[in-house]
């Protein structure tokens, strides 16, 4: 049975309107690591499949049944080689800079595995070293939006968890201009099973909310098992605006078709999910 959907905000008087984007602005990204240099995590387990399933939601939002509409490819697309820190966060060191990647594109998708940091926030697994030496993806440290991103899946491990969001203060950092970053509470399962999925995401994010795609496409009830018990997939959809309101019509409204002004100043949260969805690694939601 398809468990209750939870809209977490108060309902607000919508009054903002979609637009669809210029021909420039609709390009689409990917980066996806599948293997990990010794230097930077020798316990990673080597996950190829995960490629497998982004690609197909890489291919599809560019694909030409969508006409006018569908994606351009830039190039910005990058599986394992030297995939590291320096690619996807900005902060005010020296080869930091994702506008090239993630930033330089209106929608993007990043694979890599992912893990909660100590401070409530995601924090993601890259192939190599960057220049300063570390090995990892903050989410404190992304920025994401101060460009061109609109959206962003992460296909990561407790990219988007329930317990963040009382610390709004991360989510303002995380949030600087995109519309939605889509993530998962709990662990995100890869097989080969869900290359159709991430392929419906891209493709029904043309027809309804993305927040609608991602949650029916990639929530999956007792579809695994780990010793022995039972547990879900639990997809959740992040939108921000500048005020509650508009970040509830992001939520509500936002689709691959069309999006309205970047958010601005004080931002505002608003995140949807499946109630009782029973993760691996943590907490139902």
């Not at 460009?147 to 995380?174: G, I, M, R, T």
């Not at 639990?234 to 309101?245: E, H, L």
């Not at 509830?248 to 608003?270: K, L, M, Q, V």
């Amino acid at each position: 049975m398809r468990r209750r959907l939870s809209i977490v905000m108060a309902a607000a008087a919508l009054s903002f309107a979609l637009v669809p984007g210029s021909a420039r602005s609709r390009s689409a990204g990917m980066v996806s690591v599948t293997n990990w240099d010794s230097n930077c995590c020798a316990s990673c387990a080597n996950v190829p499949e995960r490629n497998n399933m982004i690609t197909r939601w890489y291919n599809n939002i560019k694909h030409s049944k969508h006409g006018a509409q569908a994606y351009d490819d830039y190039n910005i697309y990058r599986i394992d080689s030297t995939i590291s820190q320096d690619l996807l966060t900005d902060t005010p060191e020296p080869g930091h800079n994702d506008d090239e990647w993630i930033d330089g594109v209106n929608v993007a998708i990043v694979g890599m595995h992912g893990g909660e940091h100590p401070s409530h926030f995601w924090r993601g697994q890259p192939r190599i070293t960057g220049v300063y030496g570390e090995c990892s993806v903050e989410a404190t440290e992304m920025k994401v939006g101060d460009l061109y991103n609109n959206s962003l899946v992460l296909s990561s491990c407790h990219s988007a968890c329930k317990e963040y969001f009382p610390y709004w203060s991360n989510w303002d950092v995380q949030f600087n201009g995109t519309h939605q970053i889509d993530g998962f509470h709990g662990v995100m399962w890869i097989d080969e099973d869900l290359r159709d999925n991430y392929a419906m995401l891209s493709d029904d994010g043309f027809d309804m909310p993305v927040k609608l795609s991602f949650i029916d496409n990639l929530y999956k009830a007792d579809d695994w098992y780990v010793d022995g018990v039972s547990v879900d997939q639990c997809p959740i959809p992040v939108s921000a605006g500048a005020s509650s309101s508009q970040a509830e019509f992001h939520r509500d409204n936002y689709d691959y078709y069309s999006w309205d002004s970047d958010p601005t100043g004080s931002i505002f949260w608003a995140r949807s999910g499946i109630v009782g969805c029973d993760p691996n690694d943590d907490w139902p939601y």
